[in-house]
């Protein structure tokens, strides 16, 4: 036995190579990105299963790495978008989607309906295996085994978490399960990249937008008294003491004046 033989394997590709130190697989080409780790590239080298023994999604890498596929017992590929090339002709059999911003989801079902009834085991991919193809099994699920577009979405996702649906692409899907169904289901109304509920509100006191504005009193309506109009104030009279025994009553609203100065020098101050 050779020494390489006597090595551990791959845990990806499961050939003989020193896939820790970077070295590239001489059947498949499988080799660790430069800054990622091992367990990044476990996720992305295998395709995903989406249903066992028959349907698998993932990326034109994916799709890439025959000899991966074959160990997975792969034999068909479901390519979504033209500009990947079909590189194994001779090892897989291949169907094409046409290249259009409408996704044909009958027809890429009609491939899968013949696929299972084969018996043979499909992988579906598009470039990033993120929107495109996660779709078109998304809308198989939808057909093929009843589900809504909630269900079905969930299933893949949980699947691959990977998978990002463009709003377009989720919007492709709210009619193709309103085709089927004849309506869409309640859970489906929102693209999953967002919300469902609303953040709650929270007010510190002051008037919201839309509110009504405030009802300030008016100050011109009959009735109601000026300010400008009221009457003297009625305050007793006051008595101040200046100098030795000198006093002198106050009247509210009186100006102030002085005296003349008295023998002692002086001067003291009176209201008039």
Avoid at 137 to 165: C, D, F, T
Avoid at 200 to 210: L, R
Wanted: glycine share 8%; aromatic share 10%; with cysteine.
């Amino acid at each position: 036995m050779r020494k390489r033989e006597r090595e551990n394997p791959c845990g990806v590709c499961g050939h003989y190579h020193k896939y820790e130190e970077g070295e590239v697989c001489s059947i498949c080409g499988h080799r660790i990105p430069v800054g990622s780790e091992k367990t990044s590239v476990q996720v992305s080298a295998f395709p995903s299963m989406i249903l066992p023994e028959f349907l698998y999604l993932g990326s034109y890498d994916n799709a890439s790495r025959s000899e991966l596929l074959k160990t997975q017992g792969i034999t068909r590929i479901l390519n979504t978008v033209p500009s990947c090339q079909n590189l194994y002709k001779n090892s897989f059999t291949y169907h094409c989607l046409p290249d259009d911003k409408a996704l044909p989801f009958d027809e890429a079902i009609q491939f899968l309906e013949q696929c299972e009834k084969d018996k043979e085991r499909v992988l579906v991919h598009c470039m990033s295996g993120k929107s495109r193809s996660p779709a078109i099994v998304i809308a198989y699920l939808m057909k093929a085994k009843g589900w809504r577009l909630p269900q079905s979405y969930q299933w893949v996702k949980e699947r691959r978490p990977s998978v990002e649906l463009t709003p377009g692409v989720y919007q492709q899907l709210q009619e193709y399960e309103q085709k089927i169904y004849g309506q869409i289901d309640s859970g489906s109304s929102l693209h999953p990249g967002f919300s469902p509920t609303a953040p709650a509100s929270i007010s510190f006191g002051f008037p919201k937008i839309n509110d009504p504005p405030a009802q300030l009193p008016s100050f011109g309506t009959a009735g109601t008294p000026s300010i400008f109009a009221r009457g003297p104030l009625d305050i007793a009279p006051t008595e101040f003491t200046f100098g030795a025994g000198q006093t002198q009553k106050s009247v509210a609203g009186s100006p102030f004046t002085a005296n003349p100065p008295n023998p002692n020098g002086s001067t003291d101050i009176q209201m008039d």
